[in-house]
């Protein structure tokens, strides 16, 4: 089967790190996307992982260990706006498999 | 400036009516998809084509249809048949391989 698992919900205060873990099981995997998400708007593509390892975009990094079929993105110095939800989505074949999202709290 | 629309932003119809969401895209992708959220929930597939004239069913098509008679353009059809029609629908593009480019949505509620 397919299945993709990230948490709920997850807090964290202003400045801080923080590191959104997702777990995946689909067959014909070809990558790893990682989505932002404010409440009410479309998502907006922020990584793409293909190979095992880090890859670091600004304050935003995201990593993917393909014989695990674990991947997390890991945010740094958080501001207010990163206040939103977070969608890993697994790539197989030919379409996306989205998780249901973390929904992520910044308190000042 | 490429990119995608979706109209209307929001949408209300009567139970048994069926609607028509309009997708459109400039940027030359050739996939197209067809997404639904519900409140608190991840993105679920409705449809997708990946060529002009050609889609395939996602995870959840029951209760709608969709055409693909030009690259541009993919709209979706939610037909009276769809049980709980009421939630966004997102609409998206991409090249082969790479990520998805989403419309802003269309918020439909049916009562």
């Known amino acids: 089967g397919q299945n993709i698992d990230q948490p709920t919900e997850m807090t964290a205060t202003e400045g801080a790190i923080v590191q959104i873990n997702c777990t995946y099981q689909?067959?014909?995997?070809?990558?790893l996307f990682w989505y932002q998400q404010h409440a009410g708007e479309a998502p907006t593509f922020l990584s793409y992982?293909?190979?095992?390892g880090l890859e670091e975009k600004g304050r935003f990094s995201s990593f993917l260990s393909r014989s695990k079929g674990y991947s997390y993105l890991l945010l740094k110095e958080l501001q207010m706006k990163d206040s939103a939800s977070y969608l890993c989505?697994?790539?197989?074949?030919?379409?996306?498999?989205f998780g249901t999202g973390t929904r992520l709290q910044v308190f000042p | 400036d490429g990119g995608i629309t979706q109209s209307p932003k929001y949408l209300f119809r009567k139970e048994g009516q069926n609607v028509t969401l309009s997708c459109e895209q400039n940027?030359?992708?050739?996939?197209m998809y067809w997404y639904r959220q519900d409140p608190g929930q991840g993105l679920r597939l409705i449809y997708y084509s990946q060529i002009v004239n050609d889609f395939q069913k996602g995870d959840i098509a029951e209760g709608y249809s969709v055409s693909r008679e030009k690259k541009e353009s993919f709209p979706l059809t939610v037909t009276s048949a769809q049980k709980n029609p009421t939630a966004f629908y997102l609409c998206?593009?991409?090249?082969?391989?790479?990520?998805?480019?989403f419309g802003p949505g269309t918020r439909l509620t049916v009562t």
């Open positions: 989505a697994a790539y197989n074949t030919d379409k996306l498999i």
């Open positions: 998206a593009s991409s090249i082969p391989n790479a990520e998805q480019y």
């Open positions: 940027l030359n992708h050739d996939a």
């Open positions: 992982n293909v190979l095992d």
């Open positions: 689909t067959s014909g995997f070809n990558g």
